[in-house]
């Protein structure tokens, strides 16, 4: 079964101090898929990333970056300069195909809440 | 422009009172899932359609059934909500429909239920 561990429960920071958040994920998939998502306190799941399984190149995106190893299962994600407005839960996810192709549920980690003082 | 709505916001209801939550979406996508979140926990797939099929993970209770009448709306009926199903309720919708590409999942703001 899939599986997605976020060791970190809770981070805190202070603004403009750059802070990753890790993942692991286990799977027997050879094709699949990655997401973080973002959770601010309103609730609303906001979708930052996907990356396939064959793509290992690691991804900048302005302050976020995301760096994928294969090797170690991981799929680790870094906000540098934090603000603020970064404050938020972050969820590592895997894709898990389900029996009707074309639709998949996301197994999420626990989450890693993110707290950056001013 | 929002993409996918969930309406209520908040939701109050009585212990074994019937209650139904909506979704909409904007984005024309033909599968629509429900996720169930409690407290400080990560979100639970629930069920999902898959155009007009229905599909039920295996551990979701019977008490939770799903409509979805037409493509842009879907509803997740509670039949005796106990305080147990007290939780955030999300709504997502995806593309789908090719094995092996993966599209994100776009979730609605989701409806907060409280059971009193």
């Known amino acids: 079964a899939q599986k997605v561990t976020q060791a970190q429960t809770e981070i805190s920071v202070v603004e403009k101090e750059d802070v990753t958040l890790d993942c692991v994920y286990e799977t027997r998939d050879t094709t699949y898929y990655l997401f973080w998502y973002k959770q601010p306190p309103s609730g609303e799941l906001v979708f930052l990333i996907r990356?396939?399984?064959?793509?290992?190149q690691n991804e900048i995106s302005g302050r976020y970056s995301w760096n994928f190893q294969k090797s170690t299962s991981s799929f680790n994600f870094t906000i540098t300069a934090s603000q603020v407005v970064d404050s938020a839960v972050y969820f590592c996810?895997?894709?898990?195909?389900?029996?009707?192709?074309?639709?998949?549920?996301?197994?999420f980690g626990k989450g890693t809440k993110l707290t950056v003082n001013p | 422009d929002a993409m996918v709505i969930q309406n209520p916001r908040y939701q109050v209801t009585q212990f074994g009172k019937p209650v139904t939550l909506s979704c909409s979406q904007t984005l024309n996508h033909n599968v629509m899932y429900w996720y169930q979140q409690k407290s400080s926990q990560a979100p639970k797939l629930l069920f999902h359609?898959?155009?007009?099929?229905?599909?039920n993970e295996a551990d979701t209770p019977d008490n939770f059934q799903s409509r979805r009448p037409n493509t842009s709306f879907c509803f997740l009926d509670i039949r005796s909500p106990g305080l147990g199903d007290a939780a955030m309720y999300l709504c997502?919708?995806?593309?789908?429909?090719?094995?092996?590409?993966?599209?994100?999942?776009?979730f609605g703001p989701g409806t907060r239920l409280t059971v009193t």
């Open positions: 997502a919708t995806s593309m789908g429909g090719l094995r092996d590409k993966s599209y994100e999942q776009y």
């Open positions: 359609y898959y155009d007009k099929d229905f599909n």
């Open positions: 990356r396939n399984s064959f793509d290992e």
């Open positions: 996810a895997l894709s898990e195909a389900l029996s009707q192709g074309g639709s998949e549920k996301l197994v």
